[in-house]
């Protein structure tokens, strides 16, 4: 099968690659990827040479050339998006285009050209926060940032899809990712590399938002699984092994790394920050996923991805585009990294 993936360069989207390649010696990959500040090439380097896997640098809304990757494929995979929520309290314009019609643009090419198979990366952003118990699938959708809420959009434009074209498209839905390769302005990767660099760690408000944590090669398991065995029109809730408080996660790693919890710096809240997600996923179960990997090995796992690859993640860091938005941001957050 040959598999169109959008935003391949991004921090899921490559670890998925490089699993797709490495479990299905059939399958071949194009990578549709803009290369925004968050897609790096560096982090499918070792792909180079893998006949299997080609880089086409386009944006999704540019209905030409997606077209023309699109008259080539089976099935597409779609992660490309603006991801990051503080971003979007900042400007919620780029993630409109791209998050909403980006994904519109990519659904009448599919769908023009009889793609069998479409899944639609999600977040469980969409449910807005949930003080008690579990988002399940057929939950409304209560999105709380411009980020969530242009989710939300795309959400609902490829359901309407199926539901008016019978187009074959699933909706996945997962909680939050840590792993190998993400950029680091995302909470888990922002921790470890200021942490490596004895500064200090941001934590928005009291810290008692509750995330539940997956790790990376775990949703890109359960997102190999949805494509194979989803059924059209269903959304899957993908969540983790691990639910905590970010001011216990961020002690939890300190330790881990020997450094002292001094560095946790309590800063203002994000604004229309959510309180707490949770996913109820009986239905990604009764497909036959479960988790692979211990939250605390993962963890481990991470941190000495971080520490060995210290070059990847410092020229990420002193990147120009990286200085702007923690100049913007301060606003807010009041501490230096
Ligand atoms: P990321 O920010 O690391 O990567 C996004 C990728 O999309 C980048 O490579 C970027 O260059 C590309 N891109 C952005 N705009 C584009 C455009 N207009 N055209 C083509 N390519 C474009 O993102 P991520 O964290 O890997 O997230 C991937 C997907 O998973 C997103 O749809 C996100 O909403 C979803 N998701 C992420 C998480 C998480 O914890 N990271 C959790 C749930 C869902
Ligand atoms: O839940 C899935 C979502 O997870 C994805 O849809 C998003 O694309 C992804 O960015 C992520 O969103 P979050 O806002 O949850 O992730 P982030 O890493 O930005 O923050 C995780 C938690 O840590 C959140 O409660 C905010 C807090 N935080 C974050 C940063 C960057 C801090 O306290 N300090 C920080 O500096």
Same mark, same amino acid.
């Given at each position: 099968m040959k598999i169109l993936v959008t935003g391949g360069l991004g921090f899921i989207g490559s670890n998925f690659i490089r699993h797709i390649l490495s479990s299905h010696s059939d399958h071949q990959v194009v990578n549709l990827d803009k290369k925004t500040y968050a897609g790096n090439p560096e982090n499918l380097k070792d792909l180079k040479k893998n006949s299997r896997y080609a880089w086409v640098r386009a944006d999704i809304l540019d209905r030409k050339k997606v077209d023309r990757l699109m008259g080539q494929v089976q099935a597409v995979v779609h992660f490309a998006a603006q991801t990051h929520v503080d971003r979007s309290i900042l400007d919620s314009g780029e993630f409109v285009r791209t998050n909403v019609l980006g994904?519109?643009?990519?659904?009448?090419?599919?769908?023009?050209?009889?793609? +069998?198979?479409?899944?639609?990366?999600?977040?469980? $952003?969409?449910?807005?926060?949930?003080?008690?118990?579990?988002? +399940?699938?057929?939950?409304?959708?209560?999105?709380?940032?411009?980020?969530?809420?242009? +989710?939300?959009?795309?959400?609902?434009?490829?359901?309407?899809?199926? *539901?008016?074209? =019978?187009?074959?498209?699933?909706?996945?839905?997962?909680?939050?990712?840590?792993?190998?390769?993400?950029?680091?302005?995302?909470?888990?990767?922002?921790?470890?590399?200021?942490? !490596?660099?004895? +500064?200090? /760690?941001?934590? /928005?408000?009291?810290?008692?938002?509750?995330?539940?944590?997956?790790? *990376?090669?775990?949703?890109?398991?359960?997102?190999?699984?949805?494509?194979?065995?989803?059924?059209? =029109?269903?959304?899957?809730?993908?969540?983790?092994?691990?639910?905590?408080?970010?001011? $216990?996660?961020?002690?939890?790693?300190?330790?881990? !790394?020997? #450094?002292?919890?001094?560095?946790?710096?309590?800063?203002?809240?994000?604004? =229309?920050?959510?309180?707490?997600?949770?996913?109820?996923?009986? #239905?990604?179960?009764?497909?036959?996923?479960?988790?692979?990997?211990?939250?605390?090995k993962a963890l481990r796992d991470t941190i000495t991805w971080y520490q060995q690859n210290k070059s990847w993640w410092s020229k990420l860091k002193k990147d120009k585009d990286y200085q702007t938005y923690y100049e913007k941001q301060y606003k807010w957050t009041v501490v230096s990294r």
């Open positions: 994904t519109q643009v990519l659904l009448e090419s599919a769908r023009a050209y009889g793609v +069998k198979r479409f899944v639609h990366v999600s977040t469980d $952003e969409v449910y807005g926060s949930k003080p008690e118990g579990e988002s +399940k699938e057929e939950d409304m959708l209560l999105p709380n940032s411009p980020y969530a809420a242009s +989710k939300a959009a795309s959400d609902h434009l490829v359901r309407s899809y199926f *539901v008016t074209y =019978g187009f074959p498209a699933v909706v996945t839905r997962s909680s939050n990712n840590f792993g190998p390769y993400q950029y680091p302005e995302k909470a888990v990767p922002l921790l470890m590399t200021n942490a !490596m660099q004895d +500064k200090p /760690y941001p934590l /928005y408000g009291d810290g008692l938002q509750v995330r539940d944590w997956l790790y *990376v090669l775990d949703h890109v398991r359960a997102l190999d699984l949805i494509l194979e065995k989803g059924r059209p =029109g269903e959304i899957y809730n993908i969540g983790g092994t691990h639910s905590c408080a970010n001011l $216990e996660l961020a002690r939890q790693v300190l330790r881990l !790394m020997g #450094k002292p919890e001094t560095l946790i710096q309590k800063v203002p809240d994000r604004p =229309g920050h959510d309180r707490r997600y949770a996913l109820n996923c009986d #239905k990604l179960r009764a497909l036959g996923w479960k988790p692979e990997f211990s939250f605390d």
